[in-house]
């Protein structure tokens, strides 16, 4: 446990309004496909420059995450499309929480005249490679020998059990009960059941059939619990000034946070033990965007639980911690709800186990007024993602 | 079994973290990818080469549930790493009382490994020692009906033989509930 100070924000410049996000795309999105990673990051792309009207050609700056297997290289692009330029590259890309991020090293690539037209990348094909824990959430954290010696012996492993173990403790400390959880796992799926191309897309769920469905890991349904999916996405940015020449609508980057949890991926020892490193990222965010959170249309929280959202709601400040469920009582997550529209897209609960990349697609449609279950005049939106250790808060908004 | 009640005087013994690791094997093994520690033939039993954890595992099987401490500040440093207040990397491995409380739980019903399947449902946890009270120790419980756990609930250490069917075993410290007497 970390006595005082248990995580801090990265120092960030000021990058609000310097960057556009001006293409988006989702590749199919499925249980196993048999499709590599790279051929789905290939066809996210191929969507993502046809929706902003831009050419491979045109591309100057790739990024992509270099610690998660099979993401789609300079490489790999340079072959399928035939690319002989130069291009910038940067391994500060992917989903999680550099789905939020990239942005911000992408403002530094273009400030910098070291790109012009970046894209960001994230695909897995996880449900088709699935087994014995080779590819999945669990194996980065099966290979911490602190885990292996301490955790992993018992069966306190891998993620699921430690969110359950720690919504206990919140239940516990707060009175959160399984029907908040529930809440959100219904919002999700009412939103993917509107969604084109949802995992979950027609695959209704009341709150009766959450609460009679089995518990898997208490106090976790299995609608606690993300999909494990094959998919990906891709975003294009380029500079505010170049995205006002282009076909889309400019949702435009309003302000970058990023942040770390000192107790790394032992979740077990962070004090407090129910907060993300999003309460360090998203003051930052928001600051550099001049906005509080009256000002947010709509949020997309990196969802691996109902759980996960809940806390995030709360560490990003629309509540008190640990008054999450009564939040959730009087304020609706659904799209129409006039309350705070949130998961619009379905999440990682219900829409595909894509890691956050399709939430920015999802949110860039949102701001667009283009969704399909869309916010009714949305000009501000949020992105929270999380992973092991670390949180990255994006905040863009519709150009006026 | 050796209960709480039953655990011998407080020792201390030399740190294990900090000590350049002197078996050959040890040596030869760090730092492994995730799949080659997949494929350890004792996962997922804990590996007993790697020196910041030895002493709780022989703790264990000597019925001692040992957690090291800074002996500069006297605070429990957990998991094993250089005391982050103090820097020291010399942790002192004291054998404490065993008795703690329940910090949280879950009951799993899905074995999210295939080696816990014969284990299933399993019941884990974190306690908290009474000795290290910003220490979360994770634990299987025992001798306890999943419907009477709740937070805080006062548990004690038991030593019982970790199994993995095919993989080997191992005693490790457990946790049921406190005889209602020593509450």
Redesign the interface.
């Known amino acids: 446990?970390?006595?005082a100070g248990w995580g801090a924000a990265s120092a960030y410049d000021d990058v609000a309004g310097e960057v556009a996000i001006v293409g988006v795309g989702e590749s199919d999105h499925s249980k196993a496909s048999g499709r590599s990673s790279v051929e789905i990051a290939l066809q996210a792309t191929e969507r993502a420059l046809d929706d902003a009207g831009l050419s491979p050609h045109d591309v100057d700056g790739i990024m992509y995450s270099a610690s998660v297997a099979g993401q789609l290289t300079e490489a790999d692009f340079r072959r399928h499309f035939g690319v002989r330029g130069n291009l910038w590259v940067s391994h500060e890309g992917g989903a999680m929480h550099w789905a939020a991020t990239a942005p911000y090293a992408a403002a530094q690539a273009i400030r910098q005249r070291q790109a012009s037209v970046i894209l960001n990348t994230f695909a897995v094909a996880w449900a088709t490679e699935r087994s014995?824990?080779?590819g999945g959430p669990?194996?980065?954290h099966?290979?911490d020998?602190?885990k292996?010696?301490?955790?992993?012996?018992?069966?306190?492993?891998?993620q699921?059990?430690y969110m359950?173990?720690?919504a206990?403790?919140h239940m516990?400390?707060y009175g959160t009960r399984v029907e908040h959880l529930g809440r959100i796992a219904v919002t999700c799926r009412q939103h993917a059941n509107l969604h084109p191309t949802a995992v979950m897309g027609d695959r209704p769920l009341t709150i009766d059939d959450y609460l009679a469905s089995?518990?898997?890991?208490?106090?976790f349904r299995k609608e606690d619990c993300c999909l494990i999916s094959d998919g990906g996405g891709a975003y294009v940015m380029a500079s505010r000034a170049d995205a006002a020449g282009l076909r889309q609508p400019v949702v435009e980057v309003g302000g970058v946070g990023r942040a770390r949890s000192?107790t790394g991926l032992?979740y077990?020892?962070q004090?407090p033990?129910a907060s993300l490193p999003l309460v360090f990222a998203g003051p930052v965010a928001m600051t550099m965007a001049g906005i509080t959170n009256a000002d947010v249309d709509v949020v997309e929280c990196y969802d691996p639980f109902t759980f996960t959202t809940l806390i995030s709601l709360e560490d990003l400040g629309f509540c008190p911690k640990g008054e999450g469920g009564p939040f959730l009582e009087s304020t609706s997550l659904r799209y129409d709800g006039g309350g705070l529209p949130a998961q619009t897209h379905g999440g990682l609960l219900s829409h595909a186990y894509v890691h956050g990349i399709a939430h920015v697609v999802e949110l860039v449609r949102q701001l667009r007024h283009q969704a399909a279950a869309q916010v009714p005049e949305a000009e501000v939106g949020i992105y929270a993602g999380v992973t092991g250790a670390e949180a990255g808060v994006l905040v863009l908004r519709r150009a006026r | 079994v050796t209960g709480a009640a039953g655990s011998p005087a407080p020792s201390t013994r030399p740190a294990a973290s900090g000590r350049p690791e002197s078996s050959p094997r040890a040596a030869a093994s760090a730092p492994k990818s995730t799949r080659e520690e997949l494929r350890r033939s004792t996962f997922p039993l804990p590996d007993l080469t790697w020196q910041p954890a030895r002493e709780f595992w022989e703790g264990a099987a000597a019925h001692e549930l040992r957690l090291p401490f800074c002996p500069a500040c006297g605070e429990p440093v957990w998991y094993p790493r250089p005391c982050p207040a103090c820097g020291i990397d010399r942790l002192v491995w004291r054998a404490l009382s065993g008795r703690a409380r329940l910090f949280s739980w879950t009951v799993v019903r899905r074995a999210f490994l295939p080696q816990y399947a014969e284990h299933l449902p399993l019941i884990v946890g974190l306690v908290v020692p009474a000795e290290a009270p910003t220490s979360r120790v994770a634990t299987s419980l025992v001798d306890c009906d999943p419907e009477e756990l709740r937070c805080d609930l006062p548990m004690e250490v038991t030593f019982r033989p970790l199994v993995y069917t095919g993989v080997g075993t191992c005693v490790a410290a457990m946790f049921r509930p406190a005889a209602v007497a020593d509450r």
Request: charged share 20%; aromatic share 12%.
């Open positions: 446990v970390t006595p014995q824990m080779v669990g194996e980065s099966a290979a020998r602190a292996q010696n301490f955790e992993v012996p018992f069966g306190w492993f891998p699921p059990v359950a173990t720690i206990r403790r516990h400390d089995p518990v898997i890991v208490d106090p000192f032992h077990a020892q004090d033990i």
